[in-house]
């Protein structure tokens, strides 16, 4: 039963361009989450998809947006990248019909901006 | 409290001690508080969702408390084992229809063998 699966694992990107990360949910679960650790912070709530929408979103610019695919996957885009965007970035599942479920995560992507 | 704060931010123990570390919450609009384990190099791990006030919660040496109406939880290490290594963070959810959970900075455990 594989668990949550995020894709790379590490990214260098300079200031300006545009990121994508990937995230495959853990089997049976429908709804995913993203956040953002900076360094020396606890993890931040960028958005959560579910239904392929974006049900809720945290305090991030439009420069941050998402995708969910009918296979639940989703996808966190980031534009015009800024030094400060440098963290790691987390992607969470979990099941819709479980309201109080733990959220289960995947190891992260690493991102640096230069 | 306005955020949601955890102390200390980190703690060395020896192998056998027992400890533990608080998460302090807003009060209001109370829904759920987890806490995760994370451990270098993995993910973190859910280890207690706790909803009501006066909840224990227990699995193997590692158990938690829940205060909703004061706002805090303790999580307690009995005999703590060098593999207990890990940052611990809380995270609260605040009102049915809002999915976001809020994290603290976490408290980095080290066991010392």
């Not at chain 1, 790379?8 to 429908?30: A, E, F, M, N, Y």
């Not at chain 1, 998402?66 to 534009?79: A, R």
């Not at chain 1, 965007?85 to 640096?112: E, I, K, W």
């Not at chain 2, 995760?36 to 006030?53: D, G, I, Q």
Request: aromatic residues 12%; contains cysteine.
């Amino acid at each position: 039963d594989a668990g949550v699966t995020q894709s790379p694992t590490h990214l260098i990107k300079t200031r300006g361009q545009q990121v994508t990360l990937r995230c495959s949910p853990k089997s049976g679960h429908d709804t995913v989450s993203w956040y953002q650790q900076a360094l020396g912070q606890g993890p931040q709530f960028i958005f959560q998809y579910y239904e392929e929408e974006e049900r809720q979103r945290g305090n991030f610019p439009d420069r941050f947006s998402g995708h969910q695919f009918p296979n639940y996957s989703s996808e966190l885009n980031v534009n015009a990248l800024l030094l400060g965007d440098s963290a790691l970035y987390l992607c969470a599942s979990s099941p819709a019909g479980n309201q109080n479920s733990p959220l289960h995560f995947g190891n992260g992507t690493r991102l640096t901006v230069t | 409290i306005l955020n949601v704060e955890q102390s200390p931010q980190s703690l060395h123990v020896q192998e056998g001690d027992s400890t533990n570390f608080t998460c302090s919450f807003p009060s209001s609009n109370f829904y759920a508080l987890h806490w995760y384990r994370w451990e270098t190099a993995k993910s973190p791990e859910a280890l207690f969702v706790m909803t009501l006030n006066g909840d224990e919660k227990k699995k193997g040496r590692i158990s938690a408390t829940l205060n909703t109406k004061e706002g805090y939880s303790y999580l307690y290490i009995k005999g703590s084992q060098p593999e207990d290594s890990a940052t611990y963070l809380c995270a609260q959810r605040r009102g049915g229809s809002n999915y976001k959970l809020t994290f603290g900075k976490g408290t980095l455990l080290t066991v010392n063998p």
